[in-house]
């Protein structure tokens, strides 16, 4: 059952659609025109002169009958539809313009023609691009106006067909669409998404194109009359081979082919011919055998890979996508053509759809952007960064550059993310210019004086109470966070996030100062020895006045008054 939002899209869609009726046709300038004089300047192609309408009108049907063409624009088709879009917001830290990018993003994925999904109506926009040479178009439906620019988010997305659309040197209103109400409608310029191929630099063309089928129209002709003659040959079961003999009249060969297709018919072969056999009594009689359905002189194979290989080139595709290529050739030369086809079609049009989009449809803060995936050139890239990452290690430990420097390189070549390289800078004491980021505590700029001013000299470690500083610091990081979230301006949140950052990186020194207040001083070895109660002193005494004290008895007692006893 489908939601009701999705059924209040399609119905609002349904009546938004189709710009504002015009009561006529004025003079649309040089892509309306129609040559009087085209049956005649054909001069016997396939195909009316460029540009006419009519000669569209000739490659819609034109690329139907051709099996290559067909199978050509299916590929390409099947390969845009499958790359899928987001709508994403520019600054990802907005929660409002994320949810309101991911809302649009629903939006026109189901919303779009009436309902029936983005992939229907993109599927025959790539359609009319590949095969019309006026282009591809889609109406934008919204709100407003008609006669001026969509007013608020857009309603839907409808494919608009290419040969009911008339392009007008008007900028305001580049397209006229004949509706299915026969009725001409103006489309203004920010309602319509329009685009071909190879533009014409002509100004009286108005921007008509050639597209991939009428560049290739010529040579897929060519293998449709390769098909054709296959089947005149041998789909009409021709005469297989026939013997002449010498002496042999026209009659006779004439009643040897009816015998010989009596006798298919009566066989029940539809395709293949028996062979025809004629003679004569006359002993003196010559057979000479004629193959009568080869299909000398042209080689067929080379024919239809050389085509294949045009057709894919005018596709702007790789030929591998389209046809098996049995040239061979080396791995590095294939994969180079597969890089080069994929900046081609795939990569231009996704391109140039999410531009028109963007400035067109998308809110300024938000952005249209094609997953344009591609594992092989997933796993090139990688092995590329990984190599890159190899070699500035190495100028890393060989001092050639510093970290801040393999960073920026690392940046500049596309592996770090600015934001990245920003929050890494900061971690360690440098702004992304490789300034340290003390300087923030000193600049002048409002944002800086309010949240990164302090009562004493913060930068000044040795000389600040740990947990006071800590107390303040932590203070001055909630009022940042509380003016970043009220705050939609994108210069002022980006300042905001540095002082956020220049807070962090000091908190950080003090954490580590109070870490190293607290700690448990260690004792060594060293230090219980130092410690230990000393033992007193003793005087070394000789030889001699240890035995006078020994003989003198307890030395405590201490010696007689001097008088001798004997």
Request: glycine share 8%; aromatic share 8%; hydrophobic share 35%.
């Amino acid at each position: 059952m489908p939601s009701p939002r999705i059924i209040s899209i399609v119905e609002n869609s349904v009546a938004q659609a189709t710009g504002f009726e015009t009561p006529s046709r004025d003079n649309d300038g040089g892509s309306n025109r129609f040559d009087l004089l085209v049956g005649l300047a054909r001069a016997g192609s396939q195909l009316s002169p460029w540009w006419s309408r009519s000669r569209d009108q000739e490659l819609g049907n034109f690329w139907k009958d051709v099996n290559h063409l067909s199978l050509a624009v299916y590929t390409a088709q099947s390969k845009l539809v499958s790359i899928t879009f987001q709508i994403v917001a520019k600054d990802p830290m907005n929660d409002a313009h994320v949810r309101q990018g991911e809302d649009l993003t629903f939006l026109l994925s189901s919303g779009t023609q009436f309902g029936e999904t983005w992939g229907v109506a993109y599927a025959r926009f790539v359609e009319d691009l590949l095969t019309q040479d006026n282009g591809g178009f889609m109406e934008i439906i919204g709100g407003g106006n008609a006669m001026g620019p969509i007013q608020g988010m857009p309603t839907s997305i409808r494919h608009l067909d290419a040969q009911r659309c008339t392009r007008r040197p008007d900028p305001i209103y580049p397209v006229r669409y004949f509706a299915e109400d026969n009725k001409w409608y103006l489309l203004h310029w920010t309602r319509v998404v329009y685009m071909s191929q190879i533009s014409s630099a002509r100004t009286d063309m108005n921007g008509v194109g050639l597209c991939a089928v009428s560049r290739s129209a010529d040579v897929a002709q060519n293998l449709l009359d390769i098909i054709h003659y296959k089947q005149e040959r041998l789909g009409s079961r021709p005469a297989n081979t026939m013997l002449v003999g010498k002496g042999v009249t026209g009659e006779q060969l004439m009643e040897a082919f009816s015998l010989v297709e009596q006798e298919s018919n009566n066989a029940g072969q539809s395709r293949y011919s028996k062979m025809v056999a004629i003679g004569s009594e006359n002993p003196d009689i010559s057979v000479e055998r004629v193959d009568l359905n080869h299909m000398d002189p042209f080689d067929e194979e080379t024919s239809l890979t050389l085509g294949m290989f045009a057709i894919a080139a005018a596709f702007g595709m790789d030929a591998g996508e389209l046809w098996p290529d049995s040239s061979g050739g080396s791995k590095g030369d294939t994969a180079l053509k597969r890089t080069r086809s994929r900046g081609k079609f795939p990569a231009q049009t996704t391109a140039a759809v999410a531009a028109q989009f963007n400035y067109k449809v998308i809110p300024p803060h938000l952005l249209m952007r094609f997953d344009f995936k591609d594992d092989e050139e997933d796993q090139q890239r990688a092995m590329i960064r990984d190599i890159r990452g190899r070699n500035r290690q190495r100028e890393i430990s060989s001092g050639t550059v510093n970290v801040t420097t393999a960073r920026q390189v690392m940046h500049d070549d596309g592996d770090l993310d600015r934001v990245l390289l920003e929050q890494m800078e900061l971690a360690d004491g440098r702004l992304a210019n490789g300034n340290p980021v003390g300087i923030l505590f000193h600049d002048s700029d409002p944002v800086y004086k309010r949240h990164l001013s302090f009562s004493f000299d913060v930068l000044v470690t040795n000389n600040n109470d740990p947990d006071m500083a800590l107390t303040e610091i932590q203070k001055n990081k909630s009022a940042t966070l509380n003016e970043w979230s009220n705050t939609t301006s994108g210069s002022k949140r980006d300042k905001l996030g540095l002082a956020y950052g220049a807070l962090d990186w000091i908190e950080g020194k003090y954490e580590k100062l109070n870490l190293m207040a607290n700690e448990p001083e260690e004792i060594t070895s060293t230090d219980i020895a130092a410690r230990a109660p000393k033992k007193p002193r003793t005087t070394p005494i000789s030889t001699q006045q240890a035995n006078s004290t020994r003989v003198g008895g307890n030395s405590s007692r201490g010696p007689r008054d001097g008088r001798d006893d004997g």
